[in-house]
């Protein structure tokens, strides 16, 4: 269903409009103009846009819980649901490769905005969920496919992780600078509780009804991939600033700070995604309680995903950086903690260990996305940028939000490959744990080096 193009202050001319919900003038930071039109406009883009990206989390998250019912382990002595005894190593792949593959497709996602538009593409990749979704049902339903079949499978699913970097990249042309942190904070929040939602509900789905049904894991969300869709279809806009200019994007790659960025948000964002996708598979076989992953893994996901927005908040108020090195420091202490869980065999403490770390993730996503903008704006007024100078440095901005979302995201590969390294080397996830802890360091080192040391350069960025 086309609808006339939006011009929100004067009609724009004939050989302007066009049909799909375009918007060809917008300036959120004209506070008159942001007041009076266009914070309806954003907000409501920002809803459903939320949503789509709720279920493409879900859906990149779905085997991180499923494989917590095929596992079988010879250390612990777990038996598996009917017909399957994949190893932990094994479950741990499985979650690790939709996490790579969803941060290899962060590129072209972020690329497809300019391309399409913002309201058309989140309509495009809701649709695409289908695919994982069916391929689950499939897969999970036939014991006797061969390891390698499942694996290709299973990273499908990585076209969930892809609706972040192009969900990111859209919203942030539409609030100002001042709004954005919060802004990017909820877009984010919101599509990471989806991790959280899909670990609680879909335990409960399996076995409605009695018995053990993995299939609905897949099948439960197929509707609703196609409601986001179509509510998306209705009520999303495009904008005409978010132009296919690709130059912009190029020249981020170029930018030091892109790169750094791009480290900082493989600890943030990657721990996030990685101890969401590998917590419960840890409880089940670290401490034999497959009862509390079903039941409980969803909580770390969930406490990050609702930190996520206060650590954009924070950082609109405190300055990016100062919030990520505290929440550097703060997941260091939270991996010395688990370590001393493992050690001691304490459940309580490993699991306490877990929130703190899932705390400090959230707080340091939100902080770390909220630098980005901020750098490149900085670092146009600096050099005294026109005002089409400033919304070229946007779209600049918004694709080095997809390049550094996408390295962040490879995070989520590494902490579970590297759990099944340790898990099958020595047989104990501590020495992943311990690596980990020397990682936030030097992380926390690097933020403070590049944006808070006096003499820096940048102090005035991150500060």
Not at 30 to 42: C, K, L, N, Q, V
Not at 69 to 90: E, H, N, V, Y
Not at 217 to 230: D, E, K, R, S
Not at 423 to 442: C, D, K, M, N
């Amino acid at each position: 269903m086309a609808a006339p193009t939006l011009d929100v202050t004067t009609p724009a001319p004939p050989s302007a409009r066009r049909g799909g919900r375009w918007i060809d003038h917008w300036d959120p930071e004209d506070e008159g103009f942001w007041r009076s039109t266009g914070r309806a406009i954003a907000r409501r883009n920002l809803v459903w846009s939320v949503l789509a990206e709720h279920i493409g989390f879900s859906v990149w998250l779905l085997w991180s819980i499923v494989v917590v019912q095929m596992t079988a382990d010879a250390t612990t002595g777990l038996s598996a649901a009917p017909g399957w005894d994949l190893t932990t190593s094994q479950a741990l792949w499985l979650v690790a490769v939709p996490s790579g593959v969803g941060a290899v497709l962060r590129i072209p996602y972020t690329f497809a905005v300019p391309v399409f538009g913002g309201r058309n593409w989140t309509v495009v990749s809701a649709l695409l969920l289908v695919v994982p979704c069916l391929g689950l049902a499939w897969a999970v339903s036939n014991p006797g496919l061969p390891f390698g079949v499942l694996l290709a499978v299973a990273a499908t699913a990585g076209l969930g992780g892809g609706n972040f970097a192009s969900s990111m990249a859209n919203i942030s042309f539409f609030f100002p600078e001042r709004e954005k942190g919060f802004a990017l904070g909820l877009n984010a929040a919101g599509g990471n509780i989806g991790v959280a939602v899909v670990q609680k509900v879909v335990p409960v789905v399996v076995v409605a009804g009695g018995g053990l049904a993995l299939a609905r894991a897949g099948l439960m969300y197929i509707p609703l991939a196609v409601a986001a869709a179509v509510l998306a279809w209705l009520f999303m806009d495009n904008l005409s600033e978010a132009k296919a200019d690709w130059r912009p994007v190029v020249d981020s790659t170029r930018r030091l700070h892109t790169w750094v960025l791009s480290f900082l948000y493989i600890g943030t964002f990657g721990s996030f995604i990685g101890y969401s996708a590998a917590f419960p598979t840890l409880l089940r076989t670290a401490f034999d309680r497959a009862d509390i992953a079903l039941a409980w893994g969803f909580l770390g996901a969930a406490i990050g995903s609702i930190a996520r927005p206060f650590g954009g908040k924070l950082s609109d108020r405190l300055g990016g950086a100062v919030v990520t090195v505290g929440a550097f420091g703060l997941m260091a202490v939270g991996g010395v903690l688990a370590v001393a869980g493992v050690t001691s065999g304490s459940l309580p403490l490993f699991f306490a260990a877990f929130m703190l770390l899932f705390v400090a993730t959230g707080i340091g996503n939100g902080s770390t996305y909220r630098m980005i903008p901020a750098i490149f704006r900085a670092q146009a007024l600096a050099r005294g940028a026109s005002a089409e100078e400033l919304v070229a440095t946007k779209r600049e901005a918004a694709g080095a939000l997809g390049i550094i979302s996408s390295v962040g995201a490879f995070g989520g590969f590494l902490v579970p490959i590297l759990y099944a390294w340790a898990r099958s080397s020595t047989g104990t996830i501590l020495p992943a744990l311990q690596f980990y802890i020397g990682v936030f360091v030097v992380m926390l080192v690097v933020t403070w080096a590049f944006y808070l040391r006096k003499g820096s350069g940048a102090t005035a960025i991150g500060a």
